[in-house]
């Protein structure tokens, strides 16, 4: 089976610097995605991890060490337009598995 | 342009209706799968396909049909058998499963009264 914790809600300060963590357990790892949705909306791509180490990618960065069961992504220059709830999904063999997501609340 | 169309956005129903959710996409994608979204807990999975003429049930397929007959399109029927139908629907398509992303529509929001 797959199981993955996320913290459910986040508070930051425009302009800073957010990590968000993700813990997994899995029979089978075969890669870990990061989306972003916006309330009420769909969930867009934002990462994508298979192998150990940072992946870069403009103001978001996600991180990932299989060995620890462990993911984080990490946000900077945080924009207001940043709030919305942010969900890590394990590869399994036919789909994904979703987290129950964070959400991530920037204040002025 | 490419993506994913899902009708209605916002559909009510009385108990002991079936209702149809539409999801038509024009990205050439072999595999589509349908999710249920509740507050507070992640994405489920109802069902998905792989190929036109087949599908899978997911983890609560219970209470829901789906068809593929098309490889543009794949309906999903919330039954009468739901007994919590009310939530938000999602529906994606992805290139053939495995490590691919998938491409989401923007969800039908079905509220039972």
């Known amino acids: 089976g797959q199981n993955i914790d996320q913290p459910t809600e986040m508070t930051a300060t425009e302009g800073a610097i957010v990590q968000i963590n993700c813990t997994y357990q899995?029979?089978?790892?075969?890669?870990l995605f990061w989306y972003q949705q916006h309330a009420g909306e769909a969930p867009t791509f934002l990462s994508y991890?298979?192998?150990?180490g940072l992946e870069e990618k403009g103001r978001f960065s996600s991180f990932l060490s299989r060995s620890k069961g462990y993911s984080y992504l990490l946000l900077k220059e945080l924009q207001m337009k940043d709030s919305a709830s942010y969900l890590c999904?394990?590869?399994?063999?036919?789909?994904?598995?979703f987290g129950t997501g964070t959400r991530l609340t920037v204040i002025p | 342009d490419g993506g994913i169309t899902q009708s209605p956005k916002y559909l009510f129903r009385k108990e002991g209706q079936n209702v149809t959710l539409s999801c038509e996409q024009n990205?050439?994608?072999?595999?589509m799968y349908w999710y249920r979204q509740d507050p507070g807990q992640g994405l489920r999975l109802i069902y998905y396909?792989?190929?036109?003429?087949?599908?899978q049930k997911g983890d609560i397929a219970e209470g829901y049909s789906v068809s593929r007959e098309k490889k543009e399109s794949f309906p999903l029927t919330v039954t009468s058998a739901q007994k919590n139908p009310t939530a938000f629907y999602l529906c994606?398509?992805?290139?053939?499963?495995?490590?691919?992303?998938?491409?989401f529509g923007a969800g039908s929001r079905l509220t039972v009264l």
């Open positions: 994606a398509s992805s290139l053939p499963s495995g490590a691919n992303v998938l491409t």
């Open positions: 899995t029979s089978g790892f075969n890669g």
């Open positions: 991890n298979v192998l150990d």
């Open positions: 999904a394990l590869t399994g063999a036919n789909n994904l598995f």
């Open positions: 990205l050439n994608h072999d595999a």
């Open positions: 396909s792989q190929i036109v003429n087949d599908f």
